[in-house]
Nanobody, 120 residues
Framework: QVQLVESGGGLVQPGGSLRLSCAASGSIFRINAMGWYRQAPGKQRELVATTGSSGSTNYADSVKGRFTISRDNVKKTVYLEMNRLKPEDTAVYYC??????????????WGQGTQVTVSS
């Protein structure tokens, strides 16, 4: 069983910072792309940032310069450092990963989501 477990969400004031973590577990052979997506109430899920297995990164225009995605391949964990948060960043943040596991082969996985609320 392969799982992605997120942590680090919460309530923060505008201009504040949060760090999200997502750890993969299970019989994993290789993790390829990892990323973060978010879904605000009444809106579609959208890409926030992704990182390839070599460390390449890609960001949504709305978060460039404020958010930083990184990964630790030994810990099988991806992080999202969020700075200068705005009320419009409020959403449920989901971790996503392309994982090659021993049992299931190559599949795409989602975490359960973690709420980020930016409000004064």
């Amino acid at each position: 069983q392969v799982q992605l477990v997120e942590s680090g969400g919460g309530l923060v004031q505008p201009g504040g910072s949060l760090r999200l973590s997502c750890a993969a577990s299970g019989s994993i052979f290789r993790i390829n792309a990892m990323g973060w997506y978010r879904q605000a109430p009444g809106k579609q899920r959208e890409l926030v940032a992704t990182t390839g297995s070599s460390g390449s990164t890609n960001y949504a225009d709305s978060v460039k310069g404020r958010f930083t995605i990184s990964r630790d391949n030994v810990k099988k964990t991806v992080y999202l450092e969020m700075n200068r948060l705005k009320p419009e960043d409020t959403a449920v943040y989901y971790c996503n990963a392309d994982i090659n596991s021993v049992v299931y082969g190559q599949r795409n996985y989602w975490g359960q989501g973690t709420q980020v609320t930016v409000s004064s």
